[in-house]
């Protein structure tokens, strides 16, 4: 699936969806704060707006991302298929 998917805690139904051009595939995503962060294996890292599901920003690389994002008070890491880790 090419989409990320938010829930409602009480009853399970949708309260946003944010598709990507490519699939999410090993990549968790991560909440903190007000954004949730994915890769894409469409070679985007992206940040989405927690409430909304409204896109923030996106960084490109240089393949695709499978890995689950680290993040700190300071940044937000993550890795490519690429060989490099990005921050």
């Known amino acids: 699936d090419r ?3 938010a829930l ?3 009853n399970g139904q949708l309260r946003w969806r944010y598709e ?3 699939y999410i595939e090993e990549s968790s ?3 903190y704060q007000d954004r949730v962060y994915i890769g894409s294996n469409d070679k985007h890292f992206y940040a989405i707006a927690r409430k ?3 896109l923030l920003w996106k960084y ?3 393949d695709a ?3 689950t994002p680290a993040v700190s008070s300071r940044a937000v890491y993550f890795a490519s298929r690429d060989g ?3 921050s």
């Open 3 to 5: 989409s990320l998917y």
């Open 8 to 10: 409602k805690t009480e």
């Open 20 to 22: 990507t051009r490519g």
């Open 29 to 31: 995503p991560v909440v």
């Open 52 to 54: 909304t599901g409204r």
């Open 60 to 62: 490109p690389a240089k």
């Open 65 to 67: 991302i499978y890995s």
């Open 84 to 86: 490099h880790v990005y």
